[in-house]
């Protein structure tokens, strides 16, 4: 039996990631997670989940994202495992939210090492997924770019479409090059029936914008 309300753990769980991602690169912040947090709760209304086991994973899911910790995928889960305990979170929901922490990753599904699926992944890896995508997805992807020092477009450096894990986590390649890598991929590999159809509005506009993108990049004016 927990001593908290569900709600009360939402609540705490929420101030406690606001605090942890104050200085985050601008795509894994904070408002991320909120957005994440949002559309999970939207995509849940035409699921049968747990709500609170995907409110816990929306909130923790990018904790600590193994991009910023020198490729160590264990932080986050570490984290996120201490933090459910100190409030007495049933041992269960513990278990599950951290599974979903460590499968949810796009890179994990490239080389299918995603071993755990439950209706619960399903819907949070959706509401990551569309946040990757449409004009959000944009800007998270060139901020991303910009916190490497990445071109924005290369003509003579050609997309990757066949990466391994350990290539797409080491690629420099220009940002343009992600929409092909990974963005434009999301709309087909979207778990649910509502993420299914949120993701066709944000896949349309990317590739509005890619078209108008080299338009302007040939000088069509
Ligand atoms: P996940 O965190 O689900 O494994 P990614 O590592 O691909 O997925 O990245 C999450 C987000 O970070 C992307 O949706 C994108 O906004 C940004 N990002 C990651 N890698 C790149 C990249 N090479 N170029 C531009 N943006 C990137
Ligand atoms: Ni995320």
Same mark, same amino acid.
């Given at each position: ?16 990631? *606001? ?13 991320? $997670?909120?957005?994440? @947090? ?11 989940? =747990? ?28 984290? &996120? ?5 100190? !409030? ?5 929901? %513990? ?18 090492? $995603? ?23 944009? &800007?998270?992807?060139?901020? @991303?770019?910009?916190?490497? =020092? ?19 986590? &080491?690629?420099? &390649?220009?940002? %343009?090059?992600?929409?092909?890598? *990974? ?8 778990? $649910?029936? $509502?993420?299914?159809? !949120? ?9 509005? @914008?890619? *078209? ?10």
């Amino acid at each position: 039996m927990s001593i908290k309300t569900d709600t009360a753990i939402v609540l705490k769980t929420q101030e406690f990631v *606001k605090l942890k991602l104050a200085n985050a690169e601008g795509g894994h912040d904070w408002f991320h $997670t909120l957005r994440v @947090y949002n559309n999970a709760l939207r995509i849940s209304k035409t699921e049968q989940v =747990n709500l609170f086991v995907v409110e816990l994973a929306a909130l923790l899911h990018d904790i600590a994202d193994s991009k910023f910790y020198n490729g160590d995928d264990t932080v986050g889960s570490k984290i &996120a495992r201490e933090f459910l305990f100190s !409030l007495n979170v049933d041992s269960l929901i %513990i278990e599950h939210v951290i599974k979903i922490i460590e499968n949810i990753s796009f890179n994990k599904s490239i080389d299918n090492t $995603t071993l755990f699926v439950s209706e619960e992944l399903k819907v949070v890896q959706d509401a990551d997924r569309l946040d990757a995508m449409g004009a959000i997805g944009i &800007a998270r992807a060139f901020n @991303y770019g910009g916190y490497k =020092n990445r071109a924005i477009h290369n003509p003579d450096i050609r997309p990757n479409l066949d990466m391994s894990r350990a290539e797409y986590k &080491a690629s420099t &390649a220009p940002t %343009i090059n992600h929409f092909y890598e *990974k963005l434009l991929l999301l709309k087909n590999q979207m778990n $649910t029936r $509502t993420g299914k159809l !949120l993701a066709e509005g944000r896949h349309a506009f990317m590739e509005s @914008y890619l *078209k108008q993108f080299y338009s302007e990049w040939q000088g069509k004016y």
